[in-house]
């Protein structure tokens, strides 16, 4: 497939009639079906591209009826298929036969809109928590969120015998993971033999909050979903609300963007690569690692005036402007910091001990990495080469030559290279941007009350593809604001990889992951 | 006797860090005080990562309906006497999250927390700062030694307020900590 | 008849306080080293340069509460870490420190086998103690803790024979005070078994669960290890016996390799001199220990285990046979 187009077609000629096509609506196309179609349409691509996954699944409240919107990427186009259910008979056929990956997608939706997904009926709940009541679904219009009765805290039942297994929680409160989130691994010996998570610890309701504020006000919100890679979600909500007003930001604030983007992968890939020397006892290395990281946040500081928020982005452009007297700094620093690359890499390579702990855990194989829709570092990793900045161009990107990076091993230690050379290629392109800064306004001004539309957006954040789906109903409020980040995505590669490895291979494999779960949870 | 026992406390606070439904700013911030720019190994602050072993916990976090029952677990597994700080807007009352469906919003519904430290997400210099203000706080304060006409002022004003005889309501010690009440039921269910 | 001398020389010098505070000071030695390898400063304010660190968490950890959870056995919970502790500082006691031991000017033969029976019988109390804190993160944690000091005991007695080889005696004494040439001189069986004393320094880093083979304590996985269950009083013991256990690994190590407290004598009191050298040369022991937990990774169980058995203990069967061989051949000549 060399064009886009071209997958469309061939949906086009296999179910002619049945469904409805809008170009360039939600991505390539959106194609609307009816009567349960979407699996044809699924299989369709599938047929036509192997390398077909699930990027989300949306579930917004129509009124009379619930939009289920699959959000389908194949090789070089990205296919919204909608479909609806009445809400008194919420029932649609499950895709996890055709696509493995879409599993927890489906539980999200089933738990938050009530939305039954026929084959795949899953019991208990994904983000929300055991004393919610039963029936009520948080993002329906009709649910108040101060209104919400809920249950005493349920008596936890005592675990049945297993006999020779032993079960061991990890979580929620535990040194390796910096966030509340249970794991229950079940180990014969050393040996995992099942893993079973348990997320939903840091579920704040955010999506829901932000229909009742502002879309200003937004920008702040969704930007708390997660410390390590703010700037990203704050870029994609606005990326996906410039799309509705169809405006066009300003060449200088493209760059501005790129720069405060690669700022922020810079930090997390150093913080992540830090705090894999502490799972595996190497204290040395995780001092050095957030040693070296905090020039970076200086960095931060000199360009947004806050170490960890930036809060440069807005629906328009960015809100500060870089001084000409800081640029200088801004280069000294990123030099300094490639200077050290050579150390690290030399440690990563010769190192023995991070060899044996790092060295084939927790492989993941090219074809499980495709059928089970991982993105970014892990992916990366394994063979499966995609990269939202380079697939799909977003802001400057597209003009500014870097590499992507990309290995084939497939285990926590490739994952963990892929890291480090693209730190390098971060620096790389700052110093890019830096150098041919255009002139000009860095914001325009928008209008406050958004026309009706709806739109996506796709960055690549620093843990791998960050989407979002905005949805606008003229006024000043969204109607719908739906994120699938990135490490909800990889979660169900880490419940694969850790099985038959030893149990205290299940810290670094998990970190190799970089999972994020104030980003999962949301 | 007090005196070392007080000192050994002071010198060595043992933290315990929980995360009860937060962003991970305050918790990245947290854990860069471990690191060479602002070492807090220096004051005899250890990361601990048992609650059994440590004398404060830090808590992150608005929390969440499901961190709610935790906190209070992981509060009560800790050995007397044990303080809280709660660390960030969210901890202390909830922050952009007040409100939300899932969020009981700050940390002082569930347990009592003894400071708390602003921002969003709080510098680590403002964490150090609010560690080690509460530190200090739990040394008994030292009185201060007067000068000659401060004495006398104070023998002056003695004497007046001694003629006046006005009902003063009762002042409750800086250093005693007001505990809120917290009903069981009611912080879980809204 | 109570003899005075004896009894000063038990609680004192070169008894337990010598001891406590040694160990104290080691503590602070490790937590400084550790910390200017890591670009860091480490304690600074308890105390000058914080030397009082380890006594404030030692003081701070005896006035905090103790919980004893429900399902804990309780006799072994509540006296383990006591007896461990004590056990650890009674071996101490039999080595030189100041050109005579605590307990007696001579030593006797065959305490060698004495010393390294009680550091076992403390390893394993630390093993009950976390099998007694009906925790399951104790529970495997102590399990590990079993596996790997028994499986590291037995290189570890071969390569402690080795110096008893070459100098012919079991007894301490006769091995710290080294090997008196046909000159006159005595030189240090280090000098004559400079293997031996590196596959010592590394069998020891594996009896003291350090880094690499910190396993039992690897807080990502296991939390708190053995004591994750311990407050109060009974942590502060855990902790010390911890590391009193170092201070004796690393007391061994300066008995059987680097000559004991003998060295040169200028004036005075030779027993100031012996006690002099003894602390000078256990520190330099206990900063190269340090110096290998801050360079590596923790390895895994199971490559800690191929380790010993794959490596290690052949390594220390040939250190012997070419030790004996070369006591019986080529040294004579010498």
């Known amino acids: 497939m060399s064009n886009k187009i071209d997958i469309i077609n061939v949906v086009k000629s296999k179910l002619g009639d049945k469904v409805q096509i809008q170009l360039g609506q939600l991505g390539t196309a959106a194609i609307n079906t009816n009567n349960g179609l979407h699996r044809d349409v699924l299989k369709a691509l599938l047929e036509a591209d192997e390398k077909t996954g699930i990027t989300a699944i949306s579930g917004v409240d129509l009124g009379v009826n619930l939009g289920v919107l699959y959000h389908v990427h194949t090789s070089n186009a990205f296919v919204t298929i909608r479909a609806e259910v009445p809400k008194d008979n919420p029932k649609i056929q499950t895709i996890v036969d055709l696509i493995p990956g879409a599993a927890f997608h489906e539980f999200e939706v089933s738990d938050l809109l009530g939305v039954i997904f026929v084959g795949n009926e899953l019991k208990g709940h994904l983000v929300l928590s055991e004393n919610w009541p039963e029936g009520i679904f948080p993002l329906r219009k009709d649910v108040k969120a101060t209104e919400v009765k809920l249950n005493p805290a349920p008596v936890e039942e005592k675990a049945p015998d297993m006999g020779k297994l032993v079960k061991i929680i990890i979580g929620p409160q535990h040194p390796a993971l910096l966030e509340p989130e249970k794991f229950a691994v079940t180990v014969d010996g050393e040996i995992v033999t099942k893993v079973e998570p348990r997320i939903g610890y840091v579920h704040r309701g955010i999506e829901k909050a932000s229909e009742s504020r502002t879309y200003i006000q937004d920008v702040y919100l969704v930007e708390r979903i997660c410390g390590i890679c703010n700037a990203c979600h704050a870029y994609g909500f606005v990326a996906a609300v410039e799309k509705i007003l169809k405006t066009e930001v300003p060449e200088r604030a493209k760059y501005l963007r790129v720069v405060t983007l690669e700022l922020n992968r810079l930090h997390s890939h150093l913080l992540t690569l830090g705090h894999a020397g502490l799972e595996i006892g190497y204290e040395t290395l995780f001092q050095y690692f957030w040693r070296d990281r905090e020039p970076i946040m200086d960095l931060i500081e000199l360009t947004s005036g806050n170490r960890v928020y930036a809060s440069l982005m807005t629906i328009g452009g960015v809100r500060r402007d870089i001084k000409d007297t800081d640029i200088p700094k801004i280069k000294t620093t990123l030099e300094d910091l490639r200077k050290k690359l050579p150390f690290y890499r030399q440690v990563y390579e010769n190192e023995p001990s991070i060899k044996a702990r790092m060295r084939n855990v927790g492989t993941l194989s090219r074809e499980d990495a495709i059928k089970l829709c991982v993105v970014g570092p892990v992916a990366r990793g394994s063979g499966y080469d995609i990269d939202v900045r380079k697939d799909d161009p977003y802001e400057a990107y597209g003009q500014i030559p870097f590499n992507k990076i990309v290995y084939t091993e497939g285990d926590t230690w490739a994952r963990m290279n892929v890291r480090m050379d693209e730190v390098e290629e971060s620096i790389n392109i700052i110093q890019y941007a830096i150098d041919h800064l255009p002139t000009g306004p860095f914001r325009i001004d928008v209008p406050r009350n958004v026309i009706a539309g709806e739109s996506i957006s796709r960055n690549e954040a620093p843990r791998g593809e960050l989407f979002y789906y905005v949805k606008s109903n003229g006024t000043a409020f969204p109607e719908r604001v739906k994120v699938r980040t990135p490490t909800f995505a990889n979660i169900p590669s880490f419940l694969k990889t850790a099985i038959g490895e030893n149990i205290a291979d299940v810290p670094p494999n998990f970190v190799s992951l970089d999972p994020c779960f104030s980003c999962t949870d949301r | 006797m007090t005196n070392t026992v007080t000192w050994a406390r002071v010198k060595s606070p043992w933290v315990l860090h929980f995360n009860s439904g937060a962003c991970n700013g305050c918790d990245i911030e947290i854990v860069a005080l471990l690191t060479p720019k602002y070492d807090v190994e220096r004051f005899g602050v250890k990361l601990e990562p048992s609650p059994r072993h440590a004398d404060v916990l830090l808590v992150t976090g608005c929390v969440t309906q499901q961190c709610a029952e935790r906190l209070k677990r992981v509060y009560d597994q800790m050995p007397q006497p044990k303080f809280v700080v709660a660390i960030g807007a969210c901890a202390c009352s909830g922050g952009v999250f007040q409100g939300n469906y899932n969020v009981v919003g700050g940390v002082d519904k569930v347990i009592p927390v003894t400071a708390y430290i602003p921002g969003c997400p709080p510098r680590p210099e403002a964490i150090l700062d609010g560690v080690v203000k509460l530190l200090n706080a739990l040394n008994p304060p030292k009185p201060k030694k007067l000068s000659k006409q401060e004495k006398q002022a104070l023998a002056l004003k003695a004497e007046a307020e001694a003629k006046v005889v006005v009902a003063q309501p009762e002042v409750v010690a800086a250093t005693q900590q007001v505990k809120p009440v917290i009903e069981e039921e009611k912080t879980i269910v809204k | ?334």
């Not at chain 3, 008893?164 to 040439?181: H, N, P, Q, R």
């Not at chain 3, 004991?260 to 030779?270: E, Q, R, T």
């Open chain 3, 1 to 334: 008849m109570i003899d005075i001398w004896l009894i000063l020389r038990i609680l004192i010098f070169p008894g337990f306080a010598f001891i406590l505070l040694l160990t104290l000071f080691c503590d602070w030695i490790e937590r400084k080293f550790e910390a200017r390898i890591q670009n860091r400063v480490g304690p600074l304010v308890a105390g000058p340069a914080g030397l009082f660190q380890p006594l404030a968490d030692f003081i701070k950890l005896l006035t905090k509460e103790d919980i004893e959870p429900r399902d804990a056995k309780k006799i072994v919970f509540r006296f383990a870490p006591l007896l461990a502790f004590t056990i650890m500082v009674f071996a101490i006691c039999f080595l030189p420190i100041d050109g005579a031991s605590v307990l007696s000017t001579g030593g006797f033969s065959g305490d060698l086998i004495v010393i390294l029976t009680f550091s076992t019988i403390a390893s394993f109390l630390m093993f009950l103690s976390g099998w007694a804190s009906a925790n399951p993160y104790g529970t495997i944690s102590s399990a590990r803790v079993l596996t790997q000091f028994l499986g590291y005991d037995i290189p570890l007695f071969l390569i402690a024979l080795t110096p008893a080889f070459i100098v012919g005696s079991l007894s301490i004494f006769t091995i710290a005070a080294g090997v008196t040439l046909a000159s006159g001189q005595t030189i240090p069986i280090i000098l004559l078994a400079p293997w031996a004393f590196v596959l010592f320094i590394i069998t020891m880093q594996a009896e003291l669960e350090k880094d690499p083979f910190d396993v039992p304590e690897s807080e990502s996985e296991l939390v708190g290890g053995v004591c994750t269950e311990f407050t109060g009083a009974k942590l502060a013991f855990l902790h010390l016996t911890r590391d009193v256990q170092i201070v004796f690994g690393s007391a061994l190590v300066v008995e059987l390799f680097l000559g004991g407290p003998y060295g040169p004598v200028f004036f005075g009191l030779p027993a100031f001199w012996y006690s002099l050298w003894f602390v000078l040369k256990l520190l330099a022991v206990v900063i190269i220990t340090e110096y290998i937990t801050t360079l590596f990774a923790r390895l895994r169980i199971d490559q800690v285990l191929s380790a010993n058995w794959k490596i290690l203990l052949p390594a220390a069967l040939l250190s012997l046979m070419a030790t004996v061989a070369l006591v019986t051949w080529v040294y004579p000549l010498v």
